[in-house]
Nanobody, 127 residues
Framework: QVQLVESGGGLVQAGGSLRLSCAAS????????MGWFRQAPGKEREFVAA????????WYADSIKGRFTISRDNAKNTVYLEMNTLKPEDTAVYYC????????????????????WGQGTQVTVSS
């Protein structure tokens, strides 16, 4: 079991930056592929980025590639999402997720590939 708590969301102007953090409990954090998803009002939850347990592999949605960076610090049980050049269409609740240890999630964009979820943090980008 792993519990996830996101932080770092807020209101920012278009073109600005935010860094989201996801703190995980438990001693298995370094075994999980971690992902970030987002959900805008009236839309389905969509894949944003993922990072392998070691941090050596990362995957990104085309819509944010080049603007967002996912990273992790296994010593701190934390995964990050650095978001730059934010656009109004990035407005959503952002969720951190963890896949079951040993599962071959890779860049699977399906939320069902992830078993553990945080409560989400709101990101609002004003134009």
């Amino acid at each position: 079991q792993v519990q996830l708590v996101e932080s770092g969301g807020g209101l920012v102007q278009a073109g600005g930056s935010l860094r989201l953090s996801c703190a995980a409990s438990g001693r298995t954090f370094s075994s999980h592929t971690m992902g970030w998803f987002r959900q805008a009002p009236g839309k389905e939850r969509e894949f944003v980025a993922a990072i392998s347990w070691s941090g050596r592999s990362t995957w990104y949605a085309d819509s944010i590639k080049g603007r967002f960076t996912i990273s992790r610090d296994n010593a701190k049980n934390t995964v990050y999402l650095e978001m730059n050049t934010l656009k109004p269409e990035d407005t959503a609740v952002y969720y951190c997720a963890a896949a079951q240890p040993g599962s071959n999630v890779a860049g699977n964009p399906n939320p069902n590939a992830y078993q553990y979820w945080g409560q989400g943090t709101q990101v609002t980008v004003s134009s």
